[in-house]
T-cell receptor, first 116, second 109 residues
Framework: GAVVSQHPSWVICKSGTSVKIECRSL??????MFWYRQFPKQSLMLMAT?????????EQGVEKDKFLINHASLTLSTLTVTSAHPEDSSFYIC????????????FGPGTRLTVT | RKEVEQDPGPFNVPEGATVAFNCTYS??????FFWYRQDCRKEPKLLMS???SGNEDGRFTAQLNRASQYISLLIRDSKLSDSATYLC??????????FGQGTELSVKP
């Protein structure tokens, strides 16, 4: 079946540094990908919608200059957390829409970010 | 008001029990509805889509009432492996999913 991968699966970084997370659709082309964030004991919150070849659409309250999204190809979207702070520590999950499967949405395994 | 609201849980049930989860959503224009399952520290996985006519998949039955903006999930004959967090999810448009806060289920021997 369709698979979405994320890299890295976990990362620890120091406060003030930037971290890039990759989301890849492995066997289908995804014109649209989504980025979510999940804090402990909370549900997934949509951060932004990433469309190939255009600017991402951010949800209210999500800083676009802090969370940079690039969707340069039909199989890759990246999320860069710039100048990370401890409050950015969270579980970041991407998903991709598969147009060949009725736009079913497939989730990546997530990236656990810890900022010290 | 949250866009998708679920029973707060947690639900602690013995093996073999029947358990029901409820969910309400606020956007009447929502297009499609799902139940996802999420295990600890993992990504959510689609359990089943939910249709107005009701649908069943083995021990799982889902129901949608558009007039009441209400979604339910029934699990019969609970197994230990059913222990997880169950997420009610609504597609508001174009694949944009809104997740409920989740209900934790713990099935005990």
């Amino acid at each position: 079946g369709a698979v979405v991968s994320q890299h890295p699966s976990w990362v620890i970084c120091k406060s003030g540094t930037s971290v890039k997370i990759e989301c890849r659709s492995l066997d289908f082309q995804a014109t649209t990908m989504f980025w979510y964030r999940q804090f402990p004991k909370q549900s997934l919150m949509l951060m932004a919608t990433s469309n190939e070849g255009s600017k991402a659409t951010y949800e209210q309250g999500v800083e676009k200059d802090k969370f940079l999204i690039n969707h340069a190809s039909l199989t890759l979207s990246t999320l860069t957390v710039t100048s990370a702070h401890p409050e950015d520590s969270s579980f970041y999950i991407c998903s991709a829409l598969n147009p060949a499967a009725g736009y079913e949405q497939y989730f990546g395994p997530g990236t656990r970010l810890t900022v010290t | 008001r949250k866009e998708v609201e679920q029973d707060p849980g947690p639900f602690n049930v013995p093996e073999g029990a029947t358990v029901a989860f409820n969910c309400t959503y606020s956007n009447s224009a929502s297009q499609s509805f799902f139940w996802y399952r999420q295990d600890c520290r993992k990504e959510p996985k689609l359990l089943m889509s939910v249709y107005s006519s009701g649908n069943e998949d083995g021990r799982f039955t889902a129901q949608l009432n558009r007039a009441s903006q209400y979604i339910s999930l029934l699990i019969r004959d609970s197994k230990l492996s059913d222990s997880a967090t169950y997420l009610c999810v609504v597609n508001v448009s174009g694949g944009k999913l809104i997740f409920g806060q989740g209900t934790e289920l713990s099935v005990k021997p």
